[in-house]
């Protein structure tokens, strides 16, 4: 399945890899010319020939080297530049797919997790698709031409190689085989020292008021002295590797010393020959090294391409209506959304809890309504369901008396301006996070909107005005500031329907009655939907609805629910209180 | 392992006097070793240059003239010159690492040791990601600088030396002809090592602005999704990425041209050679094994020049790593411990403020001027709104703060006069969001205390009623905590919580209990017994979330905004119908008809009760 994908990213540079394929047998060719110089040039130099030969054969080596450097380098831009797009064509498609994703994945996917994905697997495979497959093609190409020449030079020679230098890659796989698994116990206390040092940070607190200093460095000294420990046998063994490859590959230039002296004194080959053999052996060593390479660069970007497959394969649960097949109504497609909102015996289950119970509630268009309630009572579930961030378990969302799920997502979600409880803005600028959702230039309907959120004023003091930076590399905004910053940025979709989660809860309650004033104006004539725990928020809402552990408990306006007397009593007479203590400035005793 | 996305890509100079000097204080207990190491490099060096030597010998002495006699003696030389680099390699790489490992050992100790020092303050200005890279990362690149910078340096540039000997003493002016394209060489390194430095840098930059933003709106996706943004934000990560491959595109080019443009010059030397050094011997002015020989060493001169070049990147990132690690060791101890500390076997346990003022921030004072007295044995619930400033009063007391006017005074004596810790010995905390550490219960009992006996864990577990879920669970007391004790109730970590604190056996007993979720009723009645329990003969400061709780207490003290207002028993307050009659109807008032009341959870400030950093 991963090969799949992965092969369809390769076929798609076929051309590249395939004139590199060319390119790399031509570049050996002439690799292997060079020593053929040197052996006329010996055997030249031996029979006393003309010194204008050795001129001309310096010269047709430097003109072989020439060449042949110029085509490596056509080589390596060709099948190197290859696994570079390809890197890049899969980013963009990882960027893609996650757009496409639901935000229940995200929710039960850590965000490190897919940052992970997208930076080290995807190094894994763009290795495998660039340094992985132009080594391991030019390695068995040259294997195979330089072994084919040193036999037409001498057999006996030429065997005497072959029995030696595949040791190189033997011992490479058993060395390989070791240092992974004591690599891998290396990486593991790496874990344990860096997950040691994460709950001593995080828990600083306990370690403090326990005077557990000097007991946690010595906790932490012999986590750090075993990593010391599986580090040196490591070592131990991967030392071994490259004085090894040494070794091995100067006892078979010794071998060839002694063995091709003999021949050549027997009279079966020349010097030159001799030389030319030495020339090929040099030539072996570092495919034989890369053998092991290429096959862990191959076998790793494998296992990292299976894992963004992993990402891939999961489909969108929440998608536009014509990727299941289902159209959309015409006429609802036209003149976008008027902003009726129908939750229809509308059930919502996560992980196995019920979050939502069996809700039914007609919101007609225009209206304003406020949802109250104690802490995970699920009215962020309840509202999520109406921009389909999240959909029913079982019962149905109505907009203007359509499914929604048969709405075009882009319609729906154009139609509704949503303020989160978590203000998120984007490292960008204030201009362009709260023309975030219109289109770019429109610059008189982000004023307005900063206006109505009284975001203006504090715009105005920054030095750059809409131009500031924000998040990281910028200002760093209040709570409050955001969270008027967000309700401007939803405000300037001038949508159907308006949702605020508890988008004032930092905004001091001057400002908060300000905001609502305005906000009276704008949502004159849309459907608003406001959660808030302050009873100065919702107190002039059409309609309040009361939810208590998933449930609708109570409906229907201030008054009312004052007098009936239930929960939203028992929050207003709290909400009294907690106003009485804030507004309390007087230190008695 | 942390992701490095979010470091930025500050790379400075790969040598920096000040830097190295301090770095090198890390290596001069291993000065011996570093010794060693070298003199085994140059041995390492001399010895895989012998091989062109003998194949000289060979030719000259043997092959060329057909004397087989002797032939084998120069074949077995050449081994043992192999065996012997073989060791010496293998020795060096060896003794680098241990160098480089013990440096790292002290180093990571010393920057863990520095963080425990470090007040509670600073951890709440860092990311803990961020200090955990430097004590990982940071310190595996000077492991990395040490191991294969300093030393293979010196390894580099011997071999290059000792190559340009022995073709000066083979035959000088052969020598001086093949040398004439070492200054190219040289030439063009360092002009690639340039190149390349830029423009590695710069895919490594753009690399970190695309993880930059696909972190971001991987986190934000919800906001991409309802603002309609998918294609728009498309086509931006679309131009970062492309960014991205035309950096890396023009460092692959580099690349490809640099090998290709020294291989042409190393040919440039063989074909002087094969062109003079053959006229040479063919006039019989030099022998033919020589020629050879000098073929295989000018094919040897480059690898130490490239592996220079390579050595820069190395150094440099150990540069840019031991910055960040300098900085961190020389952050200054915010609550520092006097040179002549008070110590005391036991304590009375009588806290009092006199006067104390104290802001986490400049001037946003969340004490203002506060003052109380304790008396030893007395248990106080201390009793505000959100934000009053309760929990500060626990920082301050465990001295996790130093309050910028006026005085903490514990038996008598200012807090600022006892040694941090020795004062901490004698204050038991518990706070609301229990922190559980990898290991036993038995380790999270006794935390790394230990002279606390087995015997002295199970009677704390049994005196606050942790025993009876501590017995059931599979292994008991060394029952595993997984995963911060997820597999725990809240109310069973406030249970061990308390037996962690009566373990210690303290004179002085902090309780931080703000509900943060609801505790099922049979585990609530436990933890009210044992609040109560271990509240008896110790001095007892509770912020009060249990109507039991305030209900038993010898006093109440009122903190509104900042200042004490109110103080007296229960019923003495609710009579006076002043904000404590408020703060009950609106906190405690429910607990009267639901036992287990829902609470909403608390925010801004009082978030520093809980115990995570």
């Known amino acids: ?589 | 392992m942390s992701l490095p996305f979010h470091e930025d890509e500050i790379l400075g100079k790969a040598y920096d006097a000040r830097l190295t000097r301090r770095l090198l204080g890390y290596v001069r207990p291993y000065r011996a070793s570093v010794a060693l190491a070298v003199a085994l490099l140059l041995l390492t060096s001399a010895m895989s240059l012998v091989g062109p030597y003998l194949v000289r010998v060979a030719i000259d002495l043997h092959i060329a003239p057909g004397r087989l006699d002797g032939l084998g003696v120069v074949v077995m030389a050449y081994l043992g010159a192999l065996v012997a680099a073989f060791i010496f390699r293998y020795a060096n790489t060896y003794v680098m690492q241990r160098v480089g490992q013990r440096a790292m050992y002290d180093l990571r100790l010393e920057v863990f040791s520095h963080l425990q020092r470090l007040s509670v303050g600073f951890y709440t200005r860092q990311p803990v990601g961020r200090l955990i890279t430097r004590i990982t990362n940071d310190v595996d690149a000077l492991n990395e600088m040490i191991t294969q910078g300093v030393v293979a340096v010196f390894g580099d540039l011997f071999t290059l030396v000792l190559i340009i000997g022995i073709m000066l003493y083979l035959d000088w002016r052969l020598a001086l002809a093949t040398m004439v394209v070492l200054p190219l060489i040289i030439g063009a390194t360092a002009r690639f090592r340039v190149q390349a430095r830029e423009s590695y840098r710069a895919v490594r930059v753009r690399l970190a602005r695309i993880n930059a933003f696909l972190n971001e709106h991987i986190m934000g996706m919800g906001i991409v999704q309802l603002f309609g943004r998918e294609a728009r934000e498309q086509s931006r990560f679309d131009a970062l990425n492309r960014d991205h491959l035309s950096a890396n595109m023009a460092a692959l080019r580099s690349f490809a041209m640099f090998h290709p443009s020294i291989g042409a010059m190393s040919a440039v030397a063989v074909a002087t050679i094969i062109a003079y050094g053959g006229t040479q011997a063919l006039a019989g002015a030099v022998s033919l094994g020589l020629v050879v020989a000098f073929i295989q060493y000018a094919q040897r001169f480059f690898d130490p020049i490239e592996d220079l070049a390579e050595k820069y990147n190395i150094l440099q990132a150990a540069m840019a790593s031991s910055e960040r690690i300098f900085r961190l060791l020389d952050e200054p101890v915010e609550v520092a411990d006097p040179t002549e500390p008070v110590r005391a076997e036991r304590v009375r346990g009588e806290i009092e403020f006199r006067d104390v003022w104290f802001a986490y921030e400049p001037d946003d004072w969340v004490l203002r001027g506060v003052s109380f007295r304790i008396r030893p044995g007395e248990s106080v619930a201390f009793v505000g709104h959100t934000g009053a400033g309760k929990s500060s009063i626990i920082n301050l007391i465990t001295r996790f703060y130093d309050p910028q006017r006026g005085q903490v005074i514990v038996d008598g004596t200012d807090a600022r006069a006892w040694d941090q810790r020795e004062l901490r010995r004698h204050i038991g905390l518990v706070l609301q969001d229990v922190f559980l550490f990898s290991g036993t219960i038995e380790d999270n009992i006794r935390l790394g205390t230990a002279s606390i006996t087995d015997e002295q864990v199970r009677r704390a577990a049994e005196f606050v009623n942790a025993s009876a879920f501590i017995e059931r669970m599979p292994g008991g007391y060394r029952a595993e905590v997984h995963e911060r004790g997820s597999t725990l109730s809240v109310g069973q970590k406030q249970l061990i919580a308390f037996a962690r604190a009566i373990a210690h056996n303290p004179e002085v007993l902090l309780v931080l209990d703000e509900a943060t979720s609801s505790v099922d009723v049979e585990t609530e009645i436990l933890i009210q017994d044992a609040l109560s329990r271990v509240m008896r003969n110790r001095t007892s400061i509770i912020i009060a979330h249990r109507l039991s709780t305030i209900q038993h207490v010898d006093r109440i003290l009122v903190i509104h905004k900042g200042r004490m207002v109110e103080e007296g028993t229960h019923r003495d307050l609710l009579v006076r119908n002043g904000i404590y009659t408020k703060l009950y109807q609106l906190q405690y008032q429910d607990q009267e008809v639901r036992p287990v009341p829902r609470v909403s959870t608390p925010s801004g400030r009082e978030k520093e009760g809980s115990e995570r950093a």
């Open chain 1, 1 to 589: 399945m991963s090969t799949r994908r992965l092969l369809a990213y390769v076929a798609r540079h076929r051309r590249a890899y395939l004139t590199g394929f060319v390119l790399s047998l031509v570049s050996t060719a002439l690799q292997l010319a060079n020593p053929w110089v040197l052996r006329t040039a010996i055997d030249g130099i031996q029979s006393g020939a003309a010194a204008r030969l050795l001129l001309g054969l310096a010269a047709a080596y430097v003109g072989v080297s020439v060449t042949g450097g110029f085509i490596r380098f056509h080589w390596r831009m060709r099948m190197l530049g290859a696994g570079r797009r390809i890197e890049y064509e899969i980013r963009n498609d990882y960027f893609a797919h996650l757009q496409r994703l639901h935000q229940g994945f995200f929710q039960h996917t850590r965000t490190g997790d897919l940052m992970a994905r997208a930076i080290n697997d995807l190094n894994a495979v763009s290795r495998l698709v660039s340094a992985g497959l132009m080594h391991s093609s030019n390695t068995i190409i040259m294997f195979f031409a330089a072994s084919a020449l040193m036999f037409t030079i001498d057999r006996p020679l030429a065997l005497l190689v072959m029995v030696i230098l595949p040791m190189v890659s033997v011992v490479f796989v058993l060395l390989g085989r070791r240092i992974h698994r004591q690599f891998e116990r290396v990486q593991e206390q790496f874990s344990t020292l860096s997950a040691r040092a994460q709950e001593n940070f995080s828990g600083i607190r306990v370690v403090k008021a326990f005077a557990q200093e000097a007991a946690e460095i010595d906790a932490f000294a012999a986590i750090n002295q075993e990593f010391v420990t599986r580090a040196l046998r490591l070592a131990r063994t991967s030392g071994v590797l490259w004085p090894a490859m040494a070794f091995i590959l100067g006892t078979a230039s010794a071998l060839v010393l002694w063995q091709g002296g003999v021949a050549v004194v027997v009279g079966r080959i020349t010097l030159g020959q001799l030389v030319q053999f030495f020339g090929y052996l040099m030539m072996l060593s570092w495919p034989m090294i890369a053998l092991g390479w290429t096959t862990n660069l191959i076998q790793q970007g494998m296992a990292s391409m299976r894992r963004l497959d992993a990402i891939f394969n999961t489909k969108p649960a929440i998608a536009d209506p014509g990727a299941r097949g289902a159209r959309a109504p015409a006429p609802a497609a036209r003149g976008g959304l008027r902003g009726e909102i129908e939750f229809r015996h509308v059930t919502f289950s996560y992980n196995g809890a019920t979050v939502l119970h069996d809700i039914t509630l007609r919101i007609p268009g225009g209206t304003t309504v406020a949802i109250v309630g104690p802490t995970g009572s699920g009215k962020t579930t309840l509202i999520s369901l109406i921009p389909r961030l999240l959909d029913p378990t079982t019962g149905t969302v109505l907009i203007d008396g359509i499914d929604i799920r048969l709405l075009p997502l882009a319609m729906l979600r154009g139609g509704i301006g949503v303020v989160p409880q978590e203000p998120f803005l984007f490292s960008d600028t204030l201009e362009e996070n709260l023309a975030l959702g219109i289109e770019a230039g429109d610059g008189q309907r982000v004023r307005e909107a900063a206006e109505i959120a009284r975001l203006d004023g504090d715009i105005g003091d920054f030095p750059l005005g809409y131009q500031t930076m924000v998040g990281e590399r910028g200002v760093t905004l209040s709570g409050g500031q955001k969270q008027r910053a967000t309700i401007a940025r939803a405000l300037a979709r001038d949508p159907a329907i308006l949702i605020l989660d508890d988008a004032l809860s930092s905004v001091d309650t001057n400002t908060e009655e300000a905001i609502l004033t305005g906000l009276r104006r704008f949502a004159a004539e849309r459907t608003s939907l406001i959660i808030s725990h302050r009873i100065s928020t919702v107190r002039g809402a059409d309609l309040i609805v009361v939810l208590d552990d998933g449930r609708l408990v109570e409906r229907g306006t201030h008054d009312a629910l004052v007098a009936a007397g239930g929960l939203y009593a028992d929050l207003y007479r709290k909400q009294l209180l907690r106003e009485a203590l804030e507004a309390d400035e007087a230190v008695p005793s």
